[in-house]
């Protein structure tokens, strides 16, 4: 529901109260087949020990429906948290996990924390400003630890891993210098092996994504973005290729996302573009948030966070006659006085979502009416 | 009767030992976020680095305010390479305190050119990940000021309202439209939606250079207004946890510490007062008694820690400390009255 008066904080109480009236109030594009306007009301929130640090992509959501169960990852600086919830939100258990020490004068801070889902298991990574550690999914038995090389680093650069993603039976992750680090990963054990090393960025990784290779050839299964804004389209297999590279325009790329061949990119001047993969044309620029981007999420429903407290979704589809991609917004939220910093789908159709913000000390979940 | 202190020694004192070049040299050396611990033992340095002294209470507050300001600063930032304008605004405003020392004024002038010259040629990115850093410092603080209260920029749980109306940041479009393109490139289509805020453009870049208009007011004094001044306590905090365990946990990098301290206090250069001078205290509660009630009253969770030098297992480190802090021991109480806070404002904004 767009929030129309925005003068001062606004009482969650009141928002609650406020539904009933229809809430999205955008035009429904020609393109896309006509579709209800979606509304959504705010849900129990979910208590976090430590309130969210101000990264971007601050928080991964894993479903595991069979055990009708979510869980939940979110990075407060030099620890991580994970918690599981049933249903509704009520939460279960909750774990900290923290840092590899090494030398410095304060205790590292992790950047990112990712859930990987394989073919044949699911592995929890957390990315630092020491290196990348791994642990089977429930947090609890770390299976390998990758220290980072900081030989080229000049004094004056910050040296970490960020940006993580499964493709098939690999995990990337990014790191400072640029290059995406691919590590080969078994069915079970603790025998991970560093691959690949690929080149492509010479500017920090901001984030990955990927989606199931669609079995054809020169099909593009993963997108990596960094710190100048650019773009590198790859196809992976035992050795992983460069496709295309869609340049940056002078801002970061803090967040990507790729589904059906299309990729969504949001840029730290507040715009989510769309681009063909196969050719890397930009077929849609959306000037969507006011501040930064700091999170994308694709289910089939792209959701978009902002740092301007705004949560959006957008509706994705293909132009009828020429096939182009197309959008149209669907929802609009205002999460007050709260810089974003994560955000997820917490279900496959895209039904609910959750967000974190700095500072907040809870993920807020909303769900469809 | 000219009183003994002047209020332009003062500052002069203080602003000419912040940007002292030794001191400078130390904090533009690529380095770490520092723990909370360290800023605050360097504060406490710098805020008796001339003949005016605070007590623990008074000193605790004066601390939670520039911390809560300094955090308001950096949130709000409409991008991160904003942080670099504030700076500025800060420097901007020192300058006008201290236009007739020409020394003085030259430190803060070649302190201003090796900003520019570290931090003007960095990325959006870069600025990023600076301003993330810095918002790690200060999360969990919700401490209440009432000047921020009153103008509405702080709600009463302590954070810090978030507008969403006003003009974009320099850089960005305001948010509302939706373009498409064909493979050639061109704009095929074009929408317009409700985003649900109420922005307008940017008007124009702020200046980066030693003398421009900056366009953005946060870091400009936030006293050019006079003003009570006030700090609430916030109450029990519901991330307790996540706050006390920075401070009670050991630190098994002490030592690191330490030696970073040592560093960075040994290039200030404090001047001792020379002769009978006896100082004067700078008291921000409005009476005596109230500081001392706020010293007592002060909540567990959000007592200040500074460095405890004797912790250390280096003794040769731990001797050099200790002669670097004791050049500055807390006087005893002169005789004449201390000043009310809000008096030595009022007299500082007819400077």
Known sequence: ?369 | MQPFWTFTGVLNDIISTMFNRKFMEELFKPQELYSKKALRTVYERLAHASIMKLNQASMDKLYDLMTMAFKYQVLLCPRPKDVLLVTFNHLDTIKGFIQDSPTILQQVDETFRQLTEIYGGLSAGEFQLIRQTLLIFFQDLHIRVSMFLKDKVQNNNGRFVLPVSGPVPWGTEVPGLIRMFNNKGEEVKRIEFKHGGNYVPAPKEGSFELYGDRVLKLGTNMYSVNRPVETHMSGSSKNLASRTQESIAPNPLAKEELNFLARLMGGMEIKKPSGPEPGFRLNLFTTDEEEEQAALTRPEELSYEVINIQATQDQQRSEELARIMGEFEIMEQPRLSTSKGDDLLAMMDEL
């Not at chain 1, 550690?133 to 090389?149: I, K, P, R």
């Not at chain 1, 054990?189 to 990955?208: F, K, R």
């Not at chain 1, 593009?220 to 773009?231: F, K, N």
């Open chain 1, 1 to 369: 529901m767009v929030a129309v008066d925005l003068e001062g904080p606004y009482e969650p109480r009141v928002r609650r109260a406020d539904l009933g009236a229809a809430g999205v109030t955008s035009d429904l594009g020609r393109g896309l087949q006509g579709s209800e306007p979606r509304m959504f009301r705010w849900e129990r929130s979910i208590p976090l020990r430590g309130s969210a640090a101000a990264l971007c992509n601050n928080l991964s959501v894993l479903q595991l429906p069979a055990r009708n169960l979510t869980y939940f990852g979110v990075v407060h600086g030099p620890s991580a948290q994970l918690l599981s919830a049933a249903p509704e939100g009520v939460p279960l258990a909750q774990r900290q996990l923290h840092a590899k020490e090494g030398a410095g004068v304060s205790p590292p801070l992790i950047t990112q924390v990712h859930w990987c889902v394989l073919p044949f298991r699911v592995l929890l990574v957390l990315t630092s400003h020491r290196g990348i550690q791994m642990y089977e999914s429930n947090g609890y038995t770390m299976v390998y630890w990758h220290a980072l090389d900081s030989g080229d680093a000049s004094p004056v650069q910050a040296v970490f891993a960020r940006g993580i993603a499964a493709s098939g039976h690999f995990i990337c992750v990014g790191t400072w210098s640029g290059r995406v680090l691919v590590f080969d990963i078994p069915a079970k054990g603790p025998n991970i092996v560093l691959s690949e090393e690929l080149a492509g960025h010479q500017t920090p990784i901001t984030d990955i994504a990927t989606e199931p290779a669609q079995g054809q050839d020169c099909v593009a299964d993963m997108v990596t973005a960094d710190d100048s804004g650019l773009l590198c389209v790859w196809r992976s297999g035992p050795e992983f290729t460069l496709l295309t590279r869609i340049p940056g325009f002078g801002v970061p790329c803090p967040s990507v996302q790729l589904w059906q061949g299309i990729i969504a990119a949001g840029y730290g001047n507040g715009q989510v573009h769309l681009y063909e993969a196969a050719t890397g044309n930009l077929h849609v620029q959306i000037n969507a948030h006011a501040r930064a981007i700091c999170a994308l999420d694709l289910a089939p429903e792209l959701l978009s966070a902002g740092e301007d407290t705004f949560v959006h979704i957008w509706k994705l589809g293909r132009s009828p006659e020429s096939g182009y991609i197309e959008v149209e917004h669907c929802h609009g939220e205002c999460v007050s006085d709260t810089q974003l910093c994560g955000a997820r789908f917490c279900d496959s159709s895209g039904s609910s979502f959750a967000v974190t913000g700095y500072d907040l000390a809870e993920i807020r979940r909303f769900s469809s009416v």
